[in-house]
């Protein structure tokens, strides 16, 4: 019963995201156009950057299907039949890894065509009404939260299926052997993820600090300005950084823990009776599965009135579907779940109801992150004013708080993430640590329409710039982005939350493969272990920034360039070669991410082949513990100095071109890569980390 | 044999400390003065910084004095007689506590005395030779240098013979017993070590900021103006943060890892016979005695002829007295050390040659971390010219540029403090680790010299630009201080080094004396622990940086309204109000330094009484992890900017006054709370909360 009422839900997300995406397609640009030319501009604009991104899309995949082929090779020789079952283990992994690859890379792309469908509707629809306009954006960003959702389900569950099938009944440990070999499908989907966040980190901030340093500093242009070459380009980037990027991170935390979850709950659950077993085995999935539903249902909350209720409605969203997630979730514990329990034969007997505090700990620590976050990084708030208060005093004073501020901000989120561990732990073992991952990540379906609601609101404000569609349309589109942005830190502390847990989880699903029950910090090479751990999201977040600088370097000249040697651009009336910037941010964001890439990729690999397995455990926990507090950290800082200089703004402190607001510039321009580089990498680095470890466990034990 | 040789030890270092001490007050002022008004300004100059200074101490000693009388009233009714010896352990305890506050406090005010006799003669010195006024700032570095390593070995050894002496003979775990009051020392240095790097490092820059932010950049007058209200604040800011603070902090240093050192000595040698026993256990304090003999040779290597190699002549010092310790260590180890040892009855054996593997890793990986250092915070290297060079394109690329070195100039530190841990356990168990401390910290005395040096030069070319001295004087005065600055920095990686390994000393002192073995990180207690304790180290810098804040707006204000109501004071005709700034610096700096301290005093003794030791060894881990790696990345960071802002100074890229100077000029101010703040302050915290674990483990068991 469970696997096919969990592949209707994989298909009923689907069908969603295609209706949404057929609404959204279906807005026709022409109208209400005031003019045939503002239809003109807007397709052209629009295509300019859908094009920009689809050729990034192009680049990036084909880095990464070579890299990924590689990988499945190495996959394919290295991980060893430890179970002496005679099968083809590597071969196994290697396809399981490929699929995950696929999809990921298949989410990726979805998201990035409804994007960049979406975003000139939505302008166009602005036209119309806020409520309009919204409802355009809100259900681009819908496409892509049930697309992916329901391509991870069901594409863990046929992986699942198919070496069920294939896989001989007699095996000894059979239900282990499966898990293990789709834990290749995380793998494969965290690896995309990493080029994605990554890359498309570095590309987004790149064309955003080149297009901003030269345009709106030295050539004193405005944002969104047509004449700036890099504004398509930082359209693009807003989309590869924010909806592919993004949505490859959460697309790997969904596959991770799932994956995590059943490798434990496999040994967990091996005594079960067989017609309870399955229910068992698949109680992961079954969650992500009526998420589904309760996203969808939360989806009719979000009915925005009036321009600055934006924020409240998608507020409104997220503590909607988490209340129906733990009413739903309780009963299917309920069923499906065994009364009793325990991990190891003989081991702690946990319960049915542990098992519910741990999915519920999960969700609502999840819910909670995402709100301390807000009160972080919204400027209704004061901490955020403070930030631009101290912006009176010059750039260095405003840099010193917002950095402040996000240490500061990172403390209570570490703490919800430790209460959260000690719940799922006591009260189901390492399967509650999952579990509680599983529960974070239960309304991931309208988290991610909620996150990519965003940049296509920021692209909507910026093509109606470019289109001149006139300050009345904009006004609307800014009450639009304003929101978005609030919620894009939210999303980022929701994403860290959940790779944290799926990291401890993934380190769980590890250690219960390697048979380790003692990591002891006493040990020399546990302890060295964590140093080295600790230092390498240290290291990680250096090469990033530096990536992102070099990269805008390149984009500052090429700007600068255009402005010498393009004749009456800054005039007006010649036009300005995008296609230009739009190839340097993407060659240099394929550059530069091989370096961290390899760092993250190889790490893992090194130590757990020369170090062992205890010192890999004390990486992984070591680089966990930094790499969550410099994540969140950075991320709210660069939110808060955003919405610091977007308070001042406001008219606030002498409004926009005081000296105040100039400050407040530089906080923001250091934010741009610690918010939307940097910080969301780390989760790709904690969890990737985690789950190498786990899938080539056999080749270092 | 071993007691007398000490103590004379100790008394040796104190007459060389009163012999420079001697010879830097018989400097005359007068000598080869252009007029008497020089030497009257001079003199009143002086007078006010040293005024300024011993009110900053006499108020922040009174604080510390009730703080200091109402913990040993704590210690004296919390700790309780563990051994079942039927001894005051509160009482003895309470007074060791005491004793050992007294001497960090007796240190600092040496330390301060010395410095603001030594500044003006430095400037002085400086009318006659380069060679002349190094000598005398050296010298005056020195007093502290040998001032306070005297008192520490002098003070520890008397205190051991104290309790010695009066504690029964017959007493079970009578060794142990008096190691356990000893650690009461440490614990009252490393007190009055947080209250002195904490305030003082508040107070440091809140003049610096407050002095620049109005002086330099709104009334742009040069540094060091006597027109200048806050500049006399600067200038004792100086004294009170890098001597004062910097001395309590590795006096602290000293006293903690030779209790901890002692303490895991007095259970691994209980079976020594008598004989030998003395020897083994005065091992650490032997070690720091011949350090003194080291250091002493080592002084005479430094003789700088040229300007440009002041810092040659000063690194010189530091290989020069490490090679020296290296070869005065072996045979000291082979006479003291037991041929072979175990911690615990039947557990590993232990060699003499392992001991001296142990304190040479420290030594060695000491000079080394000085030496990344230098490397990441010179401006004759690569790292801190791509910071000024990404000064070029504004204030926020320099921002990203430096941050990014900070993070990763902490990598190779952390590595080495691994591998360090990793030989000291190997060779010699946890008394390894302890022993590569003290080694570390063996060249204590040629180190705080160096670090005494800085200030003292620092404060001579503020001297001498206030009294008006000439370009020559200030040109030599300038040599002696750009070389000051990065030994700042050299020292800053020292103490930081020497505090990890310090605090991991006095941890596994902590974790020995609860008869612990085991910390497992699956125990999600111990999770949890590492979890908040990761997330202090950011609370506490948080903290630091806004006090910082506070504190220097406070400065501003006060400054903007002596140059708004004081008529002629910008002109020059009126005379500035200095006190009220120091009152101002002093106020806020005694105020801010509450809170962090509550912090990393009650956070150790709230998570041992209530989460119990496992969790508390969970949180000590942590918070040194993080907090090794966001002190060094902060210091460095601090560090590099201040470089590159000089770099620039010397006519590169535009030089002095251009934008990109500007540009370096915020990075130089973020800079300051880091480096002088907020980095430092955090090698208390995490020694200070493992001694207090220590100290108090009896409690929380």
Same mark, same amino acid.
């Given at each position: 019963?469970?696997?096919?009422?969990?592949?209707?839900?994989?298909?009923?997300?689907?069908?969603?995201?295609?209706?949404?995406?057929?609404?959204?397609?279906?807005?026709?640009?022409? #109208?209400?156009?005031?003019?045939?030319?503002?239809?003109?501009?807007?397709?052209?604009?629009?295509?300019?950057?859908?094009?920009?991104?689809?050729?990034?899309?192009?680049?990036?995949y084909t880095v990464l299907g070579g890299f990924m082929l590689a990988f499945a090779v190495i996959i394919f020789f290295v991980i060893k039949d430890v179970h002496n079952v005679s099968l083809p283990f590597g071969a196994y992994s290697a396809i399981s890894f490929l699929i995950g690859a696929g999809i990921s890379i298949l989410s990726g792309y979805?998201?990035?065509?409804?994007?960049?469908?979406?975003?000139?509707?939505?302008?166009?629809?602005?036209?119309?009404?806020?409520?309009?306009?919204?409802?355009?954006?809100?259900?681009?960003?819908?496409?892509?939260?049930?697309?992916?959702?329901?391509?991870?389900?069901?594409?863990?569950m046929l992986v699942y299926m198919g070496f069920d099938f294939f896989l001989p009944q007699e095996l000894? !440990?059979?239900?282990?052997?499966?898990?293990?070999?789709?834990?290749?499908?995380?793998?494969?989907?965290?690896?995309?993820?990493?080029?994605?966040?990554?890359?498309?980190?570095?590309?987004?901030?790149?064309?955003?600090?080149?297009? #901003?340093?030269?345009?709106?500093?030295?050539?004193?242009? =405005?944002?969104d300005d047509p004449r700036n070459p890099a504004v398509i380009a930082? !359209?693009?980037?807003?989309?590869?950084?924010?909806?592919?990027?993004?949505?490859?991170?959460?697309?790997?935390?969904?596959?991770?823990?799932?994956?995590?979850a059943m490798v434990i709950g496999a040994t967990a659950f091996a005594t079960v009776p067989t017609d309870m077993k399955q229910a068992a085995l698949l109680f992961p999935l079954a969650i992500s599965g009526i998420g589904i539903i309760?996203?969808?249902?939360?989806?009719?909350?979000?009915? =925005?009135?009036?321009? !600055?209720?934006?924020?409240?409605?998608?507020?409104?969203?997220?503590?909607?579907?988490?209340?129906?997630?733990?009413?739903?979730?309780? =009963?299917?514990?309920?069923?499906?779940?065994?009364?009793?329990?325990?991990?190891?034969?003989?081991?702690?007997?946990?319960?049915?109801?542990?098992?519910?505090?741990?999915?519920?700990?999960?969700?609502?620590?999840?819910?909670?992150?995402?709100?301390?976050?807000?009160?972080?990084?919204?400027?209704?708030?004061?901490?955020?004013?403070?930030?631009? !208060?101290?912006?009176?005093?010059?750039?260095?004073?405003?840099?010193?708080?917002?950095?402040?501020?996000?240490?500061?901000?990172?403390?209570?989120?570490?703490?919800?993430?430790?209460?959260?561990?000690?719940?799922?732990?006591?009260?189901?073992?390492?399967?509650?640590?999952?579990?509680?991952?599983?529960?974070?990540?239960?309304?991931?379906?309208?988290?991610?329409?909620?996150?990519?609601?965003? =940049?296509?609101?920021?692209?909507?404000?910026?093509?109606?710039?470019?289109?001149?569609?006139?300050?009345?349309?904009?006004?609307?589109?800014?009450?639009?982005?304003a929101a978005g942005n609030t919620t894009a830190a939210i999303g980022k502390g929701f994403a860290i939350g959940s790779a944290a847990l799926t990291s401890l989880a993934l380190t769980s699903a590890f250690l219960t493969r390697a048979n380790i029950t003692n990591v002891n910090v006493l040990e020399p090479q546990v302890m060295f272990g964590l140093m080295i751990g600790s230092a390498l999201p240290f290291a990680f977040s250096a090469m990033t920034m530096r990536s992102v600088g070099l990269a805008a370097l390149a984009m500052i000249e090429e700007v600068r360039r255009q402005f010498r040697t393009i004749p009456g651009l800054l005039e007006g009336k010649a036009r300005a070669d995008y296609a230009k910037c739009v190839e340097i941010s993407t060659d240099a964001s394929i550059k530069q991410m091989i370096a961290p890439g390899l760092l993250v990729i190889l790490s893992p690999l090194i130590v757990g082949f020369f170090g062992g397995v205890q010192m890999l455990a004390g990486v992984l926990i070591g680089s966990l513990i930094t790499g969550v507090m410099l994540a969140i950290s950075m991320a709210n800082s660069g939110g808060a100095w955003d919405n610091a200089k977007k308070y001042i703004e406001t008219g606030q402190l002498g409004g926009k071109g005081s000296d105040t607001h100039k400050a407040a510039v530089v906080g923001d321009t250091v934010g741009d890569p610690f918010k939307d580089t940097s910080g969301p990498a780390l989760n790709i680095l904690i969890k990737l980390m985690a789950i190498i470890s786990l899938v080539f466990v056999p080749f270092f034990l």
């Amino acid at each position: 019963m469970v696997i096919p009422i969990v592949l209707g839900l994989g298909v009923f997300s689907l069908l969603v995201a295609l209706m949404y995406a057929r609404q959204v397609a279906n807005v026709r640009i022409e #109208d209400g156009a005031s003019s045939p030319e503002e239809v003109g501009r807007l397709k052209e604009i629009s295509g300019a950057i859908a094009e920009g991104a689809m050729a990034f899309l192009r680049r990036e995949y084909t880095v990464l299907g070579g890299f990924m082929l590689a990988f499945a090779v190495i996959i394919f020789f290295v991980i060893k039949d430890v179970h002496n079952v005679s099968l083809p283990f590597g071969a196994y992994s290697a396809i399981s890894f490929l699929i995950g690859a696929g999809i990921s890379i298949l989410s990726g792309y979805i998201g990035m065509r409804i994007a960049t469908i979406g975003n000139v509707r939505t302008a166009a629809a602005a036209r119309i009404s806020l409520e309009q306009s919204f409802s355009i954006a809100f259900r681009s960003g819908a496409v892509m939260g049930f697309g992916l959702t329901g391509l991870a389900v069901l594409g863990l569950m046929l992986v699942y299926m198919g070496f069920d099938f294939f896989l001989p009944q007699e095996l000894h !440990n059979r239900d282990l052997v499966i898990m293990e070999i789709l834990s290749g499908f995380g793998l494969g989907g965290s690896s995309v993820a990493l080029f994605g966040r990554v890359g498309g980190g570095i590309y987004t901030k790149a064309a955003d600090v080149g297009a #901003d340093l030269v345009g709106k500093v030295e050539a004193g242009i =405005p944002e969104d300005d047509p004449r700036n070459p890099a504004v398509i380009a930082d !359209n693009v980037g807003d989309n590869v950084g924010d909806i592919a990027g993004m949505g490859a991170d959460l697309f790997g935390s969904v596959a991770e823990s799932t994956c995590a979850a059943m490798v434990i709950g496999a040994t967990a659950f091996a005594t079960v009776p067989t017609d309870m077993k399955q229910a068992a085995l698949l109680f992961p999935l079954a969650i992500s599965g009526i998420g589904i539903i309760a996203s969808f249902i939360s989806l009719f909350f979000a009915r =925005p009135k009036v321009e !600055n209720k934006v924020e409240n409605a998608l507020k409104a969203v997220l503590v909607i579907s988490t209340l129906l997630m733990l009413g739903m979730v309780y =009963p299917l514990t309920m069923n499906m779940v065994p009364k009793e329990f325990s991990l190891t034969a003989g081991g702690t007997m946990y319960t049915q109801m542990g098992v519910f505090y741990s999915v519920a700990a999960g969700l609502i620590s999840g819910l909670l992150i995402g709100l301390i976050t807000e009160y972080y990084t919204s400027h209704r708030y004061g901490p955020v004013r403070q930030v631009a !208060n101290a912006s009176k005093t010059g750039a260095a004073t405003n840099i010193i708080y917002g950095l402040a501020l996000g240490y500061n901000s990172a403390v209570l989120p570490m703490i919800l993430i430790g209460i959260t561990v000690v719940i799922g732990y006591h009260y189901a073992g390492m399967y509650g640590i999952a579990m509680a991952a599983i529960g974070m990540l239960g309304t991931i379906a309208v988290g991610l329409t909620i996150d990519a609601y965003g =940049p296509v609101s920021d692209n909507a404000g910026g093509i109606a710039e470019m289109a001149e569609m006139g300050k009345d349309i904009r006004t609307r589109t800014d009450a639009l982005d304003a929101a978005g942005n609030t919620t894009a830190a939210i999303g980022k502390g929701f994403a860290i939350g959940s790779a944290a847990l799926t990291s401890l989880a993934l380190t769980s699903a590890f250690l219960t493969r390697a048979n380790i029950t003692n990591v002891n910090v006493l040990e020399p090479q546990v302890m060295f272990g964590l140093m080295i751990g600790s230092a390498l999201p240290f290291a990680f977040s250096a090469m990033t920034m530096r990536s992102v600088g070099l990269a805008a370097l390149a984009m500052i000249e090429e700007v600068r360039r255009q402005f010498r040697t393009i004749p009456g651009l800054l005039e007006g009336k010649a036009r300005a070669d995008y296609a230009k910037c739009v190839e340097i941010s993407t060659d240099a964001s394929i550059k530069q991410m091989i370096a961290p890439g390899l760092l993250v990729i190889l790490s893992p690999l090194i130590v757990g082949f020369f170090g062992g397995v205890q010192m890999l455990a004390g990486v992984l926990i070591g680089s966990l513990i930094t790499g969550v507090m410099l994540a969140i950290s950075m991320a709210n800082s660069g939110g808060a100095w955003d919405n610091a200089k977007k308070y001042i703004e406001t008219g606030q402190l002498g409004g926009k071109g005081s000296d105040t607001h100039k400050a407040a510039v530089v906080g923001d321009t250091v934010g741009d890569p610690f918010k939307d580089t940097s910080g969301p990498a780390l989760n790709i680095l904690i969890k990737l980390m985690a789950i190498i470890s786990l899938v080539f466990v056999p080749f270092f034990l």
